[in-house]
């Protein structure tokens, strides 16, 4: 029997004030901390298509798309608070299936319990 796989989304705001080498920037670090999870892939999302001429697929620096077993859910979770901790300009957006959770700095107790609760629903599913 396959092991259940999760797939999210991750959407990086680097802040007002940033421009798109610091995010592309960001996103290439925070991509390089979660590749050190026991994740099977996370890589750059593609959009779009590409102008006339162009080499390759479009892709947005921005938008790392992540599979996993739904175990790593949880230290995923813990790994984008503390980056964020660290960037605190910065805003993660997370979409699994149709829930989609918005995160920044240190999260409230509110927040918190609404991240558990999509959790247990997301590693139940699997």
Request: proline share 6%; charged share 15%; with cysteine.
């Amino acid at each position: 029997m396959p092991t259940p796989v999760s797939k999210l989304k991750l959407s990086i705001d680097a802040g007002s004030g940033s421009d798109t080498q610091e995010l592309a920037q960001l996103s290439q670090r925070l991509r390089q901390e979660i590749q050190h999870l026991d994740v099977d892939t996370v890589g750059f999302v593609c959009e779009g298509t590409a102008p006339a001429g162009a080499k390759g697929d479009p892709m947005s620096m921005a938008t790392l798309a992540v599979t996993m077993a739904p175990v790593v859910l949880t230290p995923l979770f813990g790994l984008l608070q503390t980056w964020l901790t660290r960037h605190d300009k910065a805003t993660v957006t997370i979409e699994m299936g149709t829930d989609k959770l918005t995160l920044t700095g240190s999260p409230s107790s509110e927040q918190l319990k609404v991240i558990q609760a999509t959790l247990q629903r997301h590693q139940q599913q699997a």
